[in-house]
């Protein structure tokens, strides 16, 4: 019996272990499984949003995947909470089911308040502002801050300061606001200290150094800011080298990488280009063809500027293209197209250009539209066009409207595209444009070993009122000099191409010290200039002055007493300035001519005719060595029984031949020591101008010597006659000679971030014994 009762025991000890386990199964089963109402596919009642301060609920049920009325699907509960994540207006995101409602409990991110920035010198305020995307009243997120880190640094490394950091400070407020501070150390600016090539045969790394914008850590850092790491100018100086090459004869020349790796303390870049030069070649046979029956080839034959023998440029053949190009488009073919086919010649290393002429697509352009001229009027933009409305589409035309746009200097962004017209032969052009500030406010200072200290102060609008005229009123002034001019030009006079304008100038000049006189001349003047040719100007102006010779110093020239008074001028004048140079303001090769012609006696008390002339040679020797020759003369004669008077005489000196002081050398009354100026003048110069050996070229420093000679006669009769009988040691007290002076020396030139400055050394080999001698001339000026 106990047996039994034991085994019943157990058993029944088994059973109840058995229902319990099977129990608390099924609870943690329940417990996992959804309740009814929201098994999948049932319909859900309410959505009910908790927690949001700012944010409408409607707003946040906008993202919802889940709606009132519609089945129930967890996989679309998920897909809301991360599209209410994804808003960035929340922190948190909880949805619960609360019986036969979905509830969507939100946690609003804080709203910024300020965003400063703390620790920056180099770069202003404004500009992180501007960068940055997080602004005050916008919604706060950390993955915001982190990607405004990141575009700091980016502005810092633009700058080459690769060793600046971001911390961001979150200072919380009240009412779920913060404020963000973004902590930055800029570190100093990475620089680069080395620049290496690898492939280069034909070139050393020193000529390469000189192409590319990117210069070495030096002594002149500060004055350059070249050496500055930046990878936007890698890819600048790529393309500088492969155009290099391209224009010395290397057709198939490739820069294949750029490289920059940081050194190990993390100091500086050493940079690496790789280039494959391949073969130099040389122009072959230059042909122009044409497959347009129309157009005979031959007559555009000099327009090419490619000549078989030359070394191959890339940059002659795309100038060819211009040329021909616009000049059949001026012998009405707007429809020509020019296509070069270069033909290379491995055995022989030439390429032979065929300059192909085919007609293109006969388009005319619909319409021109033009946007972003906020202050230009439209017809300034429109006058560049050499084509309106209705008129043939080229290319080439285009391209040169852009190119006149560009150097009108009104704008810094000029764009034009063309997109389809209202059928398959109509274009529209597009000229978008980005306008910048035309006008100036500029003070000048500097220092002559001639007049002293200098200043100057100039105002000027090259876009007066939106209309592309100039304006400036300028105010320079010396220990011996003081001059005031206001200018006005309209560039297109009638809408033509006419440069119409005037000038209103008062000028005092104190020439006490070399002449015992002062003079002063106040007048204006009206002038009209057009272009008789691509390189061929002329200008004519009437001018009317009243001038004054006066403030005679006690023992001056009877030459000079005689002159003192107020007499008025009444002139005519036309200059012709013709210029070939490569660079206008950096020329290396090329030549400038002009020559100009004034009469005076049109009304007033004076009458002279008056000449002058002046022609400038440049020549490359090397591509870093360059000679320039200058020539000038003029001459100034009465007419109708008049003498010329003292204020119209010539005065050389220093800036003509140097070694000599201002007024240094012509006639001279020597018994005062006065200089009376000459009628008649001309004076020549050589000069060698080349790089100084271990300075960099990147610093605007270079060096030349020179060869100056001029001659300066002519005192006139009236001079003549008031020292008549007056002699000095037996000799009379007018010197007048036309005999030769001459010097020779050596200059330095600096092209410096403050203004050009010149040095001239200058030792005299001829002169007369009462000429004045100067060893040293140094000239500098500056706008800031």
């Given at each position: 019996?106990?047996?039994?009762?034991?085994?019943?025991?157990?058993?029944?000890?088994?059973?109840?272990?058995?229902?319990?386990?099977?129990?608390?199964?099924?609870?943690?089963?329940?417990?996992l499984l959804p309740a009814p109402a929201?098994?999948?596919?049932?319909?859900?009642?309410?959505?009910?949003?908790?927690?949001?301060?700012?944010?409408?609920?409607?707003?946040?049920?906008?993202?919802?995947?889940?709606?009132?009325?519609?089945?129930?699907?967890?996989?679309?509960?998920?897909?809301?909470?991360?599209?209410?994540?994804?808003?960035?207006?929340?922190?948190?995101?909880?949805?619960?089911?609360?019986?036969?409602?979905?509830?969507?409990?939100?946690?609003?991110?804080?709203?910024?308040?300020?965003?400063?920035?703390?620790?920056?010198?180099?770069?202003?305020?404004?500009?992180?502002?501007?960068?940055?995307?997080?602004?005050?009243?916008?919604?706060?997120?950390?993955?915001?801050?982190?990607?405004?880190?990141?575009?700091?640094?980016?502005?810092?490394?633009?700058?080459?300061?690769?060793?600046?950091?971001?911390?961001?400070?979150?200072?919380?407020?009240?009412?779920?606001?913060?404020?963000?501070?973004?902590?930055?150390?800029?570190?100093?600016?990475?620089?680069?200290?080395?620049?290496?090539?690898?492939?280069?045969?034909?070139?050393?790394?020193?000529?390469?150094?000189?192409?590319?914008?990117?210069?070495?850590?030096?002594?002149?850092?500060?004055?350059?800011?070249?050496?500055?790491?930046?990878?936007?100018?890698?890819?600048?100086?790529?393309?500088?080298?492969?155009?290099?090459?391209?224009?010395?004869?290397?057709?198939?020349?490739q820069v294949t990488a750029a490289n920059?790796?940081?050194?190990?303390?993390?100091?500086?870049?050493?940079?690496?280009?790789?280039?494959?030069?391949?073969?130099?070649?040389?122009?072959?046979?230059?042909?122009?063809?044409?497959?347009?029956?129309?157009?005979?080839?031959?007559?555009?034959?000099?327009?090419?500027?490619?000549?078989?023998?030359?070394?191959?440029?890339?940059?002659?053949?795309?100038?060819?293209?211009?040329?021909?190009?616009?000049?059949?488009?001026?012998?009405?073919?707007?429809?020509?197209?020019?296509?070069?086919?270069?033909?290379?010649?491995?055995?022989?290393?030439?390429?032979?250009?065929?300059?192909?002429?085919?007609?293109?697509?006969?388009?005319?352009?619909?319409?021109?539209?033009?946007?972003?001229?906020?202050?230009?009027?439209?017809?300034?933009?429109?006058?560049?066009?050499?084509?309106?409305?209705?008129?043939?589409?080229?290319?080439?035309?285009?391209?040169?409207?852009?190119?006149?746009?560009?150097?009108?200097?009104?704008?810094?962004?000029?764009?034009?595209?063309?997109?389809?017209?209202?059928?398959?032969?109509?274009?529209?052009?597009?000229?978008?444009?980005?306008?910048?500030?035309?006008?100036?406010?500029?003070?000048?200072?500097?220092?002559?070993?001639?007049?002293?200290?200098?200043?100057?102060?100039?105002?000027?609008?090259?876009?007066?009122?939106?209309?592309?005229?100039?304006?400036?009123?300028?105010?320079?002034?010396?220990?011996?000099?003081?001059?005031?001019?206001?200018?006005?030009?309209?560039?297109?006079?009638?809408?033509?191409?006419?440069?119409?304008?005037?000038?209103?100038?008062?000028?005092?000049?104190?020439?006490?010290?070399?002449?015992?006189?002062?003079?002063?001349?106040?007048?204006?003047?009206?002038?009209?200039?057009?272009?008789?040719?691509?390189?061929?100007?002329?200008?004519?102006?009437?001018?009317?002055?009243?001038?004054?010779?006066?403030?005679?110093?006690?023992?001056?020239?009877?030459?000079?007493?005689?002159?003192?008074?107020?007499?008025?001028?009444?002139?005519?004048?036309?200059?012709?300035?013709?210029?070939?140079?490569?660079?206008?303001?950096?020329?290396?090769?090329?030549?400038?001519?002009?020559?100009?012609?004034?009469?005076?006696?049109?009304?007033?008390?004076?009458?002279?005719?008056?000449?002058?002339?002046?022609?400038?040679?440049?020549?490359?020797?090397?591509?870093?060595?360059?000679?320039?020759?200058?020539a000038i003369g003029g001459s100034i004669?009465?007419?109708?029984?008049?003498?010329?008077?003292?204020?119209?005489?010539?005065?050389?000196?220093?800036?003509?031949?140097?070694?000599?002081?201002?007024?240094?050398?012509?006639?001279?009354?020597?018994?005062?020591?006065?200089?009376?100026?000459?009628?008649?003048?001309?004076?020549?110069?050589?000069?060698?101008?080349?790089?100084?050996?271990?300075?960099?070229?990147?610093?605007?420093?270079?060096?030349?010597?020179?060869?100056?000679?001029?001659?300066?006669?002519?005192?006139?009769?009236?001079?003549?006659?008031?020292?008549?009988?007056?002699?000095?040691?037996?000799?009379?007290?007018?010197?007048?000679?036309?005999?030769?002076?001459?010097?020779?020396?050596?200059?330095?030139?600096?092209?410096?971030?403050?203004?050009?400055?010149?040095?001239?050394?200058?030792?005299?080999?001829?002169?007369?014994?009462?000429?004045?001698?100067?060893?040293?001339?140094?000239?500098?000026?500056?706008?800031?």
């Open positions: 019996m106990p047996v039994v009762l034991s085994i019943a025991l157990n058993i029944r000890r088994f059973v109840l272990c058995a229902v319990a386990v099977a129990a608390g199964v099924l609870g943690v089963v329940g417990a929201y098994a999948q596919g049932a319909t859900v009642q309410n959505v009910l949003v908790n927690g949001n301060k700012r944010v409408e609920p409607e707003t946040v049920r906008s993202y919802m995947q889940v709606s009132p009325g519609s089945a129930y699907d967890p996989q679309k509960v998920d897909a809301s909470i991360k599209a209410l994540f994804g808003t960035g207006l929340f922190s948190d995101v909880r949805i619960e089911r609360v019986g036969g409602d979905v509830v969507v409990t939100v946690v609003e991110n804080p709203v910024i308040n300020q965003v400063a920035f703390e620790g920056n010198s180099e770069v202003d305020t404004d500009t992180l502002r501007n960068e940055v995307q997080l602004k005050p009243r916008s919604v706060f997120t950390r993955a915001r801050v982190q990607s405004d880190v990141q575009r700091v640094l980016d502005v810092y490394r633009r700058q080459g300061r690769y060793a600046a950091s971001v911390e961001p400070k979150i200072i919380e407020l009240e009412q779920d606001r913060v404020n963000l501070v973004f902590e930055i150390a800029e570190g100093s600016a990475t620089k680069v200290k080395g620049i290496n090539f690898v492939g280069n045969k034909a070139f050393s790394d020193s000529d390469l150094r000189d192409v590319v914008s990117t210069t070495e850590k030096g002594w002149f850092d500060f004055l350059k800011g070249t050496a500055i790491y930046d990878p936007d100018r890698m890819n600048l100086d790529r393309e500088l080298l492969r155009q290099y090459y391209l224009k010395n004869g290397y057709a198939d020349a920059a790796e940081l050194d190990r303390d993390g100091s500086g870049f050493f940079v690496t280009y790789s280039i494959e030069e391949g073969e130099r070649y040389d122009f072959g046979a230059v042909n122009v063809e044409s497959t347009v029956s129309s157009i005979d080839a031959a007559k555009y034959q000099g327009n090419v500027k490619t000549s078989a023998g030359d070394t191959y440029n890339a940059q002659l053949i795309d100038k060819s293209v211009e040329e021909l190009t616009t000049a059949m488009s001026e012998d009405g073919y707007a429809f020509a197209r020019v296509r070069p086919q270069p033909v290379p010649d491995p055995v022989s290393r030439t390429i032979a250009i065929n300059y192909v002429i085919e007609e293109g697509p006969r388009v005319y352009i619909e319409r021109i539209n033009i946007s972003g001229n906020t202050r230009t009027k439209d017809y300034v933009i429109r006058r560049e066009f050499k084509v309106a409305e209705g008129d043939a589409y080229n290319p080439m035309v285009v391209d040169q409207a852009k190119k006149r746009l560009t150097n009108l200097g009104l704008f810094k962004g000029v764009d034009i595209k063309r997109r389809p017209g209202a059928s398959q032969d109509r274009v529209v052009l597009d000229v978008e444009l980005a306008e910048q500030s035309t006008g100036e406010l500029s003070f000048g200072a500097g220092y002559s070993t001639a007049e002293g200290v200098i200043g100057d102060v100039s105002i000027t609008e090259r876009n007066l009122m939106g209309n592309g005229q100039f304006l400036r009123l300028q105010l320079s002034g010396s220990m011996e000099r003081l001059q005031v001019n206001l200018s006005f030009t309209e560039p297109r006079f009638l809408d033509r191409n006419l440069a119409a304008g005037f000038d209103i100038f008062h000028k005092e000049v104190d020439q006490a010290s070399e002449s015992g006189f002062s003079n002063r001349r106040t007048g204006a003047s009206v002038r009209l200039g057009f272009p008789l040719s691509e390189r061929l100007w002329m200008q004519t102006a009437y001018t009317a002055s009243r001038d004054s010779i006066f403030n005679i110093q006690p023992g001056a020239s009877n030459a000079i007493r005689d002159a003192q008074g107020t007499s008025y001028t009444s002139m005519v004048g036309t200059t012709v300035t013709y210029d070939l140079r490569n660079d206008p303001r950096n020329p290396t090769k090329g030549f400038w001519f002009q020559t100009g012609a004034d009469f005076a006696g049109l009304g007033g008390d004076v009458q002279y005719i008056s000449l002058a002339a002046e022609a400038r040679a440049y020549f490359p020797i090397t591509d870093k060595i360059t000679f320039v020759g200058r004669s009465g007419w109708g029984g008049e003498d010329v008077r003292l204020i119209d005489m010539f005065f050389k000196g220093g800036e003509t031949v140097r070694g000599f002081d201002r007024a240094g050398y012509g006639p001279r009354d020597l018994s005062t020591g006065d200089a009376l100026g000459g009628q008649y003048y001309w004076a020549t110069t050589a000069e060698v101008r080349f790089p100084i050996p271990f300075v960099p070229e990147d610093l605007g420093i270079s060096g030349a010597v020179f060869a100056d000679a001029g001659s300066l006669w002519g005192a006139g009769g009236r001079a003549e006659t008031l020292l008549a009988g007056c002699t000095v040691g037996g000799e009379s007290c007018l010197a007048d000679s036309s005999g030769i002076r001459s010097s020779v020396g050596a200059s330095l030139l600096w092209a410096s971030p403050v203004g050009p400055i010149r040095m001239d050394f200058a030792k005299v080999l001829s002169k007369e014994t009462y000429d004045d001698e100067q060893f040293f001339r140094f000239g500098a000026a500056t706008k800031f």
